[in-house]
């Protein structure tokens, strides 16, 4: 099962772009890189999802690297509500669901 | 808007307790899991099912059961709670393929006494 790596914490100032990095050396072909938030005291909220190519919604964009070792996920102009714990994970099935520990963003004003 | 929905938010029992904790979703949706939150420790999948009456173990299933009687209901159940098990749980449901966006409930934290 391919794990993934992520810093622990990152501090971002409102209004800029936030950058947070995801390491999954061992991912195989057929897994996806998920993201998903947790802000304080609710559930985790679905952000994200990619396979190969980078991916844009109305909440971020995913690049993934070509040899789909790491991504890289974008949050292009930061609010304080985006202040969560941010998590990446990969996914073949749902036997292989593991969230980690994630990287707390804080949003600074 | 779609909706899971958690029995408790605050729930506190004593060791060897039954405990029950129940997820409903109002998608339709055939999948749900029940996952433990510990810090330090992320979310891990304690059980899934993707249909009525089926269930699967996920990577810590020792010491919970859960139960799908109806699509829409999904049931952790503690038979003897002991104070390791004293911890956020989190109910989700997706629709498709394993993958598919997960939606979560607002979480149950349990504290066995």
């Known amino acids: 099962d391919a794990k993934t790596t992520q810093p622990p914490s990152m501090d971002c100032a409102e209004g800029r772009a936030a950058n947070l990095p995801c390491n999954h050396s061992t991912i195989s072909g057929n897994e996806y890189v998920y993201w998903y938030r947790q802000i304080h005291s609710q559930g985790p909220q679905y952000i994200i999802h990619?396979?190969?190519n980078n991916e844009t919604n109305e909440m971020a964009s995913l690049i993934i690297t070509e040899d789909r070792k790491s991504s890289t996920l974008i949050l292009p102009h930061a609010t304080l509500r985006d202040t969560a714990v941010y998590y990446c994970i990969v996914i073949t099935g749902a036997n292989n669901l593991f969230f980690g520990t994630g990287t707390r963003l804080t949003v600074i004003p | 808007d779609v909706k899971v929905t958690q029995s408790s938010r605050y729930l506190v029992k004593r060791t060897g307790e039954k405990v029950f904790l129940e997820c409903v979703q109002d998608m339709d949706h055939e999948n749900m899991f029940w996952y433990r939150q510990d810090p330090g420790l992320g979310l891990r999948l304690i059980y899934f099912s993707y249909d009525v009456k089926m269930k699967e173990k996920g990577d810590i299933p020792e010491g919970y059961s859960v139960s799908r009687e109806k699509k829409e209901r999904f049931s952790l159940i503690l038979e003897s709670a002991s104070t390791n098990q004293t911890s956020m749980y989190l109910c989700a449901s997706s629709f498709g393929p394993w993958g598919d966006e997960q939606f979560f409930g607002p979480g149950t934290r349990l504290t066995v006494l």
């Open positions: 990619g396979l190969k």
